[in-house]
């Protein structure tokens, strides 16, 4: 009984066995919807400034030595909102190029994706060095492209990944330098004072908030961030 139920449910365009061409089109489809939504966060990480901007801020909790403040919901949460803020043109040239044609019925599904992916593409191709990316068009057996349009994002993808990584910890290393400074002054007053067996951080933490609050480090880190893209 349970069976001949089942057989008598009928859902529309899931029917891999079925002989119209428009459903398994319909199947298809879904099931590339699907798999783009499984893929959105790493597509969030990988292929926009998420990456630059959450780095750089947890080198500024560690150079701050606050261990879990701010906490990670916070430096996420604003990564998150400088990441929409930084690709927001992006995202608008897209809908005004690919998605609202694409609903008008102007232009096919293959076109608006083509069109959609070109800003993507230019954006990762300016901030990707190009060292980085001759390096997976040689082991990819690859010649070089002559346009954006025709890097691979197999390719791209990867190299504006390292490129990235590259510039967040460049940056985070001359973030760490006046931390560095402090640390070093308080351990030297503490061994000339002879309180060697005072720890130099729980010292030296006080002045370097201090130190990040009166030059309004916040800021000045974001406004950095914003000014690199």
Request: charged letters at 15%.
């Given at each position: 009984?349970l069976n001949a139920l089942l057989l008598s449910i009928n859902i ?18 879904l099931l590339f919807l699907l798999t783009i939504l499984s893929l ?190």
């Amino acid at each position: 009984m349970l069976n001949a139920l089942l057989l008598s449910i009928n859902i529309p365009g899931l029917d891999i066995g079925t002989d119209a061409p428009e459903d398994v089109a319909v199947t298809l489809q879904l099931l590339f919807l699907l798999t783009i939504l499984s893929l959105a966060p790493g597509i969030l990480i990988m292929m926009t400034s998420f990456t630059r901007i959450i780095i750089v801020l947890s080198f500024v909790r560690t150079g701050l030595g606050t261990q879990s403040m701010p906490p990670n919901q916070v430096l996420i949460g604003l990564a998150l909102f400088l990441t929409f803020f930084i690709m927001s043109p992006i995202a608008l040239e897209i809908n005004e190029t690919s998605l609202q044609p694409y609903l008008a019925g102007e232009v096919s599904q293959q076109e608006a994706l083509d069109t959609a992916v070109l800003p993507v593409k230019e954006f990762m191709a300016q901030h990707t060095r190009e060292k980085d990316l001759a390096l997976f068009f040689k082991y990819a057996g690859q010649e070089k492209p002559e346009s954006v349009e025709e890097i691979p994002l197999t390719s791209l993808v990867p190299a504006f990944a390292i490129s990235e990584l590259k510039t967040a910890f460049q940056i985070g290393f001359v973030i760490f330098i006046p931390f560095l400074i402090i640390d070093m002054v308080v351990a030297s007053t503490l061994m000339a004072m002879g309180m060697m067996m005072l720890p130099p951080v729980m010292i030296s933490l006080p002045f370097k908030i201090l130190l990040f609050v009166l030059v309004d480090g916040w800021y000045l880190i974001i406004e950095s961030l914003l000014v690199s893209f």
